[in-house]
């Protein structure tokens, strides 16, 4: 199936009151895996790639982007590929420039760390050329009163987003989805997060853009499904696929400690993630 792009899945989403997960590829494992789940699960999703996981792949997009591109397109299932939590400059220029040759239709600009008026400013201007190519720009609004005038990360524990300043952000910077912080927080290994629901609302009738959720793994299905009633439209998944992962490698390990073909726990690895990433899917 050819690629779907961002916004398509954004859009359709949005009209039937659902959300696209958004599921984090590190290894190519990680991209077969969610590639078969979403085939399994028979919903649309995105693969994406964050700023992290290309630093560890020495700093070159290419090689993993475009693996993800062509896992995509060999898909039964309405695949996209998006870029996620993008802070450095020539990064996002890069980014930017060779998104359509790499077959990504959306990013996330992520300058919240810095002071609100410098994340507009600089927010706006990768905005305004992500659009000149056709590209989904999601953007984050750090909560303000960080330490030394900076931002709290909007997923930094207890932050909250003021719906006035969503509003006026998103009015300032023309993204087309917005990160919020309702309750979540990355890299939770538990899921007892609790979002606030009424706040989610405020945002959703207020905001004009889509909202998007980070740090999900924290949030039980009860939750996540009450969240995306709520106005959530895009629906960020990592820690709960390295948690299937890691423990998948560590059975195989631990049970037969003389296996050195890296085959021998890698495929129940991408299997582990496939199971995930079916259930995280039927849970939006």
Not at 206 to 225: A, E, F, I, Q, R
Request: aromatic share 2%.
């Amino acid at each position: 199936m050819a690629l779907t792009a961002t916004a398509d899945l954004i859009m359709s989403a949005a009209v039937t009151g659902a959300a696209v997960p958004a599921f984090n590829a590190i290894t190519l494992e990680h991209a077969e895996g969610i590639a078969a789940g979403v085939e399994r699960s028979g919903a649309a999703a995105l693969i994406q790639i964050s700023e992290n996981t290309i630093r560890f792949h020495g700093g070159r997009m290419a090689p993993l982007v475009s693996a993800c591109a062509r896992i995509a397109e060999g898909s039964d299932a309405a695949l996209g590929v998006h870029l996620d939590h993008l802070q450095d400059a020539a990064l996002i220029d890069e980014a930017i420039a060779t998104a359509a040759d790499l077959g990504v239709t959306s990013l996330m600009v992520d300058t919240a760390h810095l002071s609100y008026r410098d994340n507009v400013d600089a927010t706006r201007g990768f905005t305004r050329r992500a659009h000149e190519l056709g590209l989904w720009v999601e953007a984050e609004l750090g909560q303000v009163g960080g330490k030394n005038g900076h931002a709290i990360g909007a997923h930094e524990p207890g932050a909250r987003t003021d719906p006035a300043e969503a509003a006026e952000f998103v009015a300032a910077t023309g993204v087309d989805g917005l990160a919020v912080a309702v309750g979540s927080s990355h890299a939770m290994t538990t899921r007892d997060a609790e979002l606030d629901l009424a706040l989610i609302g405020r945002l959703s009738s207020g905001v004009g853009v889509p909202l998007v959720l980070h740090g999900s793994s924290g949030v039980s299905d009860d939750n996540l499904g009450a969240a995306v009633r709520a106005g959530m439209r895009k629906v960020n998944i990592g820690t709960a696929l390295n948690l299937a992962y890691s423990g998948a490698v560590r059975a195989v390990l631990d049970g037969q400690a003389s296996v050195t073909d890296p085959r021998k726990y890698l495929a129940p690895a991408r299997e582990a993630i496939a199971d995930a990433v079916a259930d995280g899917a039927a849970t939006l």
